[in-house]
């Protein structure tokens, strides 16, 4: 770092005292900001300007120079405050690789007298050697004392309140104040439902740790000194690239079943092994699923879609029973298959072959592709292929909450499918629906080859024309009649 006078400390100093806010209200003495503002306030935040972010960038400047100056020496040792003790792993993580506006985040808090990490699976990706596309920090400091800190930011949520601070280009770090697991009633009896339907509880950094999921994602990172801490067992999980759950896998899961594909996602995504504990306790749980609130299950199944790893996470729910429970037309059709039959495979790899090169699918490409094979299967031999289509989605939507809108484009796209096959485009080149059907076309020829040709080769039924043109044509307005006095 160059020399720098000490002029400049104590203008720097002086500038960045000036500005900066008490971090809590015990010890500025003052009444919470809070007082201030209104719950819409509250919970939209406020919007940071083009000031703000000028004078937070000459704050976390002064900021680093200072952590600079005042790093030199070892770390203390951490005081025993009576709290459980986390298993402390010395791991310095490659810098590079490190969002440095998260670590400015970070550093701002833990100035101020907070604990502050970076956790969950930002830390994750980096002991795997990958690459984290977000990053979060955890904090003892609670969502207005956060507020107060940053200027550009926003206190965003009502069912559990958090701050995104801002950043330029549209970044966002997520900050959230440590929460611990709800109380468990002593006297719960075992048969009892032991869903969880509320945990917005402030708590400790241990006991956030042990609220969470899965091991793998429980682990905190101290920036100032380099260390990794473990109230979970999640290291030794790390090492041998395993996904278990923490406590009882079977009582984790059905307290909230969709840990299930949150398992399957990250075996998939991360290319872990799942421990056989684990594994045992989602097939037994499998049926739980169908308590979840269908819009999260909705969700899940895309996130399966679009991370890169659509095939192993789908064979994993089919081969769990997973598949059983959410989509059990896909299930039906796969165990009925010829055994040479792996075009659903096939499918689902082109899939994640394209989400690796290009990013991820249009959604209702990927729920098209996901569900083409059973639904071609439902409208062969059908007289009326779009009436078909319609029957054979109705289930879906009223099991996964799938938006209509989505439905009714997979089922306008079933009827474009053996015109465009057959080079018979037309009117039907001008709808909306059309890009989209043969972006399904072009996966279907590039994983089948040869095989593809007359996939979806049948007789138009007769209301298929009028599905196809019917997004091109404006109904006329009916006139309401004037009743007469």
């Given at each position: 770092m160059p020399a720098v006078g000490a002029g400049f400390w104590y203008r720097a100093r002086s500038r960045l005292e000036f500005n900066m806010v008490t971090p809590s209200p015990e010890k500025?003495?003052?009444?919470?900001?809070?007082?201030?503002?209104?719950?819409?306030?509250l919970a939209l935040g406020e919007p940071a300007d083009a000031r703000d972010h000028e004078l937070e960038e000459f704050?976390?400047?002064?900021?680093?120079?200072?952590?600079?100056?005042?790093?030199?020496?070892?770390?203390a040792e951490r005081p025993d405050d009576g709290r459980p003790r986390p298993t402390v792993h010395r791991i310095e993580l490659d810098?590079?690789?490190?969002?440095?506006?998260?670590?400015?985040?970070?550093?701002?808090?833990?100035?101020?007298?907070?604990?502050?990490?970076?956790?969950?699976?930002?830390?994750?990706?980096?002991?795997?050697?990958?690459?984290?596309?977000?990053?979060?920090?955890?904090?003892?400091?609670?969502?207005?004392?956060?507020?107060?800190?940053?200027?550009?930011?926003?206190?965003?949520?009502?069912?559990f309140r958090l701050v995104h601070v801002l950043f330029g280009g549209g970044k966002v770090i997520e900050t959230a104040t440590f929460r611990r697991a709800p109380e468990a009633e002593d006297e719960r009896a075992a048969t009892e439902d032991l869903l969880i339907r509320n945990d917005n509880v402030f708590g400790e950094a241990h006991q956030d740790a042990r609220r969470r999921d899965f091991t793998i994602n429980a682990l905190f990172y101290d920036l100032g000194r380099g260390e990794v801490l473990d109230w979970v067992g999640g290291m030794p999980d790390i090492e041998r690239r395993a996904v278990h759950t923490i406590g009882k896998p079977l009582v984790r899961f059905l307290e909230d079943p969709v840990r299930i594909l949150r398992a399957i996602k990250f075996s998939a995504k991360l290319d872990l092994g799942i421990t056989p504990e684990t594994y045992d306790a989602i097939v037994e749980a499998r049926k739980a699923l169908a308590r979840a609130a269908k819009p999260r299950l909705f969700e899940e199944i895309l996130r399966l879609m679009r991370e890169g790893a659509a095939h192993r996470a789908l064979f994993l729910c089919w081969e769990t029973g997973v598949l059983d429970v959410l989509l059990p037309e896909l299930s039906t059709f796969l165990?009925?298959?010829?055994?040479?039959?792996?075009?659903?495979?096939?499918?689902?790899?082109?899939?994640?072959?394209?989400?690796?090169?290009?990013?991820?699918?249009?959604?209702?490409?990927?729920?098209?592709?996901?569900?083409?094979?059973?639904?071609?299967?439902?409208?062969?031999?059908?007289?009326?292929?779009?009436?078909?289509?319609?029957?054979?989605?109705?289930?879906?939507?009223?099991?996964?909450?799938?938006?209509?809108?989505?439905?009714?484009?997979?089922?306008?796209?079933?009827?474009?499918?053996?015109?465009?096959?057959?080079?018979?485009?037309?009117?039907?080149?001008?709808?909306?629906?059309?890009?989209i059907a043969m972006e399904v076309l072009d996966i279907y020829r590039a994983a089948l080859g040869d095989a593809a040709d007359g996939a979806f080769d049948a007789p138009e039924g007769p209301n298929d024309s009028a599905a196809i043109t019917a997004s091109t044509e404006r109904r006329p307005r009916r006139r309401r009649r004037r009743r007469r006095s």
């Open positions: 500025a003495g003052v009444g919470p900001r809070s007082a201030d503002l209104d719950d819409d306030e704050r976390y400047q002064v900021e680093d120079m200072v952590d600079d100056e005042e790093s030199s020496g070892a770390a810098e590079e690789r490190i969002d440095q506006d998260a670590a400015k985040v970070v550093r701002r808090l833990v100035r101020a007298g907070y604990e502050a990490y970076l956790v969950g699976g930002c830390v994750r990706d980096l002991l795997l050697g990958r690459r984290p596309k977000d990053f979060d920090v955890c904090t003892s400091a609670r969502p207005d004392d956060v507020r107060r800190l940053f200027r550009n930011s926003r206190v965003i949520g009502r069912r165990a009925a298959r010829e055994e040479d039959d792996d075009r659903v495979w096939q499918l689902l790899q082109e899939i994640d072959r394209r989400t690796v090169e290009r990013g991820p699918l249009d959604d209702v490409v990927l729920w098209t592709v996901l569900l083409s094979e059973p639904l071609r299967e439902a409208c062969d031999g059908a007289r009326d292929r779009v009436e078909t289509a319609h029957d054979f989605l109705e289930g879906v939507v009223d099991r996964l909450n799938v938006p209509r809108r989505i439905a009714e484009s997979i089922r306008r796209i079933v009827a474009l499918m053996p015109r465009l096959e057959s080079g018979r485009g037309g009117r039907s080149s001008r709808t909306p629906h059309y890009p």
